[in-house]
């Protein structure tokens, strides 16, 4: 479901708006920009919390070394 909001923006930022994303593209550019900060707002919490994790650092790590070689044999 979609809600409607009215908020006020400088004029120089809405007619950039209007010239670089589009005139009929300015909303979803807002919430695509807005949606990782009240979706998920511990998000960067979770991370560090993650980071701080050295077994599965370590399992990570080594799963990202295994796949480098995949790529290596792909056709350029």
Known sequence: MQKKL????????????QTV???RRISRFIETL???????P????AYQQMAQDEAREQEALEWAEATVGDVSDEAR
């Open 6 to 17: 009215t908020i006020t923006i400088d004029e120089q930022v809405y007619e950039g708006l």
């Open 21 to 23: 994303i589009g005139p």
């Open 34 to 40: 807005v949606q990782p900060y009240v979706r998920f």
């Open 42 to 45: 511990n998000l960067d919490a």
